[in-house]
Each structure stands twice: as C-alpha cells, then as structure tokens.
Nanobody, 126 residues
Framework: QVQLLESGGGLVQDGGSLRLSCAAS????????MGWFRQAPGKEREFVAG????????KYAASVKGRFTISRDNAKNTVYLQMTSLKPGDTAVYYC???????????????????WGQGTQVTVSS
C-alpha cells in the first residue's frame, strides 16, 4: 500500500516555473515506478512524465519534453516534477501515481498505475 500527497501547485504566469512534489508513505517507495499525470476541465487524464523505480529511466509526453523534468529521491520517499516555460495549456490538476513494483519500463497508461494522490492545481495565466 502506498499513499501519495502532492504539493507545489499554484498560479504562475506564462513562461514561469513551478516544482511539484509528491511525498509517499510506505517503506517500499523505492520499488515503485512513479508517474505524473494531469487533467484539465472536460478532458481525460493524460500522462505527463514517468520515472523507473531506480531513477535510471524516464519518459515524457511530447507536449512537455524539454520543458519538464521528473526526478526522485528515494531516501526522502519523494518524486518531483520541475516545470519550466509553462504555458496556459499546461493548466490542469496534476496527479502523481505509483505503478507496480519494479516494472522495467515506464508505463504511460493511467490504467497501469495502482495508487494515486489527490492532485494539486496548476494554473498558468496568459
């Protein structure tokens, strides 16, 4: 069982930056691949970025590649999403999620993630 709590969302201007954090409970955090997803009003939840349990591999959605960076600190049971060059189209509720333990590749389907946080709102103004 993994419990996840996101923080770091807020209101930022077009071109600004934010760093989201996701703190996990449970001593097996380092075994889980982690992902960030987002959901805008009226749209489906979409994959943003993911990282393997070891941190050795990452994957990004095309829309954020080069602007967002996912990382993790297993000693702190935390995964991060550094977001730069934010655009109004990035406005959404951002969720972190935990996949099955020790999967060798990052999954980009929300249906493969077992545990979810409650989400944090990111709003980018133009």
């Amino acid at each position: 069982q993994v419990q996840l709590l996101e923080s770091g969302g807020g209101l930022v201007q077009d071109g600004g930056s934010l760093r989201l954090s996701c703190a996990a409970s449970g001593r097996t955090f380092s075994s889980y691949n982690m992902g960030w997803f987002r959901q805008a009003p009226g749209k489906e939840r979409e994959f943003v970025a993911g990282i393997t349990w070891s941190g050795g591999s990452t994957k990004y959605a095309a829309s954020v590649k080069g602007r967002f960076t996912i990382s993790r600190d297993n000693a702190k049971n935390t995964v991060y999403l550094q977001m730069t060059s934010l655009k109004p189209g990035d406005t959404a509720v951002y969720y972190c999620a935990a996949d099955s333990p020790r999967r060798p590749v990052v999954a980009d389907s929300r249906y493969q993630y077992d545990y979810w946080g409650q989400g944090t709102q990111v709003t980018v103004s133009s």
